[in-house]
């Protein structure tokens, strides 16, 4: 809590611009259509809006709805964010992103644009969201953004306990060059049946099943609506920079209705103020809704306990409004209209049990079949068409059964991954390099692309960091890495400034064994090699 001094500014402000929207979303709050929201704000007042939240700083500000690209004027508002140095973005549903609007969207200075999938699986997500032919138009108009140059994230609400079905979507992304991926996860309503699959259980293996998935893939994808993800994270070894605390609401973020009030979050309808009446600023810094958001001290039952109350934090809007479904469908429009309900009392879809205010690691129990297979994987992989079922015959189980307990071993988060280390020296390819490319965001999947076009490169992954691009080159010799380097930095348009070369000067292997109840430690060292 900030006492006696003001709070930082938020970091990303949600706006919904409008209810107005072409879909028919099954479960939508507000019931957005065709008529736009009571006293919503005008051009020149969401102009204002702007000016107000100038004056907390720089704050990336997105323009939500209903569907934003309903309003008439919304690229005259995100072009006026945009001169006042504001990073603008955009929550959409897609479905009116043609050519003509993806340049618009461009030409407003919005960087990046968040469309709605829910599914690959086009019946589902047209059923979903109520209008056939909503995903067709949806998947049209990332291809638009791409090709217009705007960056794309894909949102996806989760519908199923199938992970699958989230797997699907973030293929069916990556095809269309999105490394972006926001994971809403749904609260169902204390009247029970809003969500019938989802349980608590379910709500906390999905989220360590997507976080498992996804830890090395190099695609970017934060659970969304589900701070619990910090906890699950960090029992399972996952860090990650660009993480934040896993509820923002208040403390980083706040939401603009649009009728101008102003909310801690889409779906927290706790009003805290109104644009017209009070600056943003004083709104942001003194209404008691923001204040005791900011103070984790004042978080009460199993959250105020918990050694996970300021990388987590519990959901607020969950403990606010328990008995009330809260989902994402167009960026989260919950009217901000119940002043009734607890801030700051525990997330009730929490699983965890808090014992004083240090995270205890879950405790892992490994039977005697475990262990034998974890030490045969580090003993030796064999390089055959079937290696776990060379390796159940050595250990006289069945290839299903050693591939069950791989599962299983992965999700309790023992193995992270099993993946060859290919000496690349044996192949011929004697030079190898490590290059960083420091390229704008929206140019990353083009320059990815074009990396990948390269057989000698191994590997590339986006960073957090000034230099955003990373990937390795084996090649037969410095020359060959040479040429690779200057052909990409040509095709992509790269300054001397802005490549780094790191030639690989010398290499160590390392071969680290683990000792197992009962069996013995055996020291292996290769030197450099
Ligand atoms: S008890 Fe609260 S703070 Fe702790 S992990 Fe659960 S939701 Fe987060
Ligand atoms: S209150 Fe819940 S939905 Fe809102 S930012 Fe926090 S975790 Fe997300």
Redesign the pocket.
């Known amino acids: 809590m900030h006492k006696g001094s003001e709070a930082p500014g938020p970091h990303l402000i949600s706006w919904n611009v409008t209810l107005r929207c072409p879909l028919r979303c099954a479960h939508c709050y507000v019931d957005a259509g065709e008529c736009e929201a009571e006293q919503v704000l005008s051009t020149e007042e969401a102009f204002g809006v702007i000016d107000q939240i100038c004056e907390m700083g720089r704050p990336v500000v997105i323009l939500s709805g209903g569907e934003p690209l309903m309003r008439d004027d919304i690229f005259a508002i995100a072009r006026y964010g945009t001169d006042k140095g504001l990073r603008m973005a955009m929550g959409t549903s897609g479905v009116l992103i043609d050519e003509k609007a993806a340049r618009e969207i461009r030409n407003s200075g919005i960087r990046r644009v968040a469309i709605s999938i829910d599914s690959a699986d086009p019946a589902v997500h047209d059923a979903f969201r109520g209008v056939p032919g909503a995903w067709e138009l949806a998947v049209q108009g990332i291809r638009h953004c791409r090709d217009a140059g705007v960056g794309v994230q894909i949102n996806t609400t989760v519908l199923s306990p199938d992970l699958q079905a989230i797997r699907d979507v973030v293929s069916l992304g990556s095809g269309l060059g999105v490394t972006d991926y926001q994971i809403f996860f749904p609260?169902p309503t204390g009247r029970g049946n809003d969500v019938p699959w989802l349980t608590p259980q379910v709500y906390e293996d999905l989220i360590r099943d997507v976080l498992v998935t996804y830890r090395e893939s190099g695609v970017n994808i934060r659970p969304?609506?589900?701070?619990q993800f910090r906890r699950i994270a960090d029992a399972l070894g996952i860090h990650n920079p660009q993480w934040g605390r896993?509820?923002?609401?208040?403390i980083h973020?706040c939401r603009i209705f649009a009728n101008g009030d102003v909310t801690?979050?889409?779906?927290?309808p706790a009003r805290a103020g109104n644009v017209r009446e009070t600056p943003l600023k004083t709104i942001w810094q003194e209404s008691p809704v923001f204040t005791v958001l900011r103070d984790p001290s004042l978080l009460t039952g199993k959250c105020g306990e918990c050694g996970y109350r300021d990388a987590c934090?519990?959901?607020?809007?969950?403990?606010?409004n328990p008995d009330r479904a809260?989902t994402d469908l167009c960026g989260?429009i919950a009217r901000p209209d119940n002043p009734e309900g607890d801030l700051c009392g525990e997330?009730p879809w929490c699983r965890y049990e808090p014992a004083g205010n240090s995270p205890k690691p879950p405790s892992v129990s490994l039977d005697p079949a475990d262990l034998a297979l974890l030490d045969a994987l580090q003993d030796d992989i064999p390089l055959v068409s079937r290696p776990y079922a060379a390796i159940a015959a050595r250990l006289g189980i069945t290839e299903d059964e050693v591939i069950q307990k791989l599962n299983q071993l992965q999700e309790q988060g023992i193995v992270r991954n099993l993946s060859p280390v290919l000496e690349s020296r044996h192949a011929g390819l004697s030079a190898t390099t490590l290059v960083a490319l420091k390229i704008p965001d929206e140019k990353i999947p083009a320059v990815a692309r074009l990396i990948n076009g390269y057989p000698e490169v191994s590997h590339n992954y986006r960073r957090d960091h000034r230099y955003s691009l990373w990937f390795t080159i084996a090649g037969k010799d410095e020359r060959r890495i040479r040429e690779i380097v200057r052909e990409i930095q040509e095709q992509a348009g790269i300054s001397d400034g802005d490549i780094l070369e790191l030639a690989t000067v010398r290499r160590f292997k390392i071969d680290v064994r683990f000792s197992f109840p009962g069996r013995a430690t055996r020291e292996v060292e290769n030197g450099p090699g």
């Open positions: 609260v969304t609506c589900a701070p896993g509820c923002i609401a208040g973020y801690p979050c889409p779906y927290l934090g519990g959901c607020r809007a969950r403990s606010y809260v989260g997330d």
